[in-house]
């Protein structure tokens, strides 16, 4: 199984920004960031192919981007815009083949 390890996660105010990575111990064929708030279940957000075709969550569309490094095993979900309720805990998938792998999740934390 890849491992994957999160970072960029914190406390911002509404309107701002923040980036957040994700490194894969090993090959991935698709990535992507799921997140999942209090009291509610995980939920995509956005999806990035080895060829970097993407899929995004419609609330997220236009706010939020995701990309790869191939060559470094990695991916990035930029966030700006954010909204309090984009507030929870962001989490990194990662597939290869039949092998699907998540990482521990980092805190995003949205002030209004």
């Known amino acids: 199984q890849v491992q994957l390890v999160e970072s960029g996660g914190g406390l911002v105010q509404a309107g701002g920004s923040l980036r957040l990575s994700c490194a894969a111990s090993?090959?991935?064929?698709?990535m992507g960031w799921y997140r999942q708030a209090p009291g509610k279940q995980r939920e995509l957000v956005a999806t990035?192919?080895?060829?970097?075709?993407?899929n995004y969550k419609d609330s997220v569309k236009g706010r939020f981007t995701i990309s790869r490094d191939n060559a470094k095993n990695t991916v990035h979900l930029q966030m700006n815009s954010l909204k309090p309720e984009d507030t929870a805990v962001y989490y990194c998938?990662?597939?290869?083949?039949?092998?699907?792998?998540w990482g521990k999740g980092t805190l995003v934390t949205v002030s209004s």
């Open positions: 998938n990662a597939v290869y083949y039949e092998i699907n792998s």
């Open positions: 990035i192919t080895s060829g970097g075709s993407t």
């Open positions: 090993g090959s991935t064929n698709a």
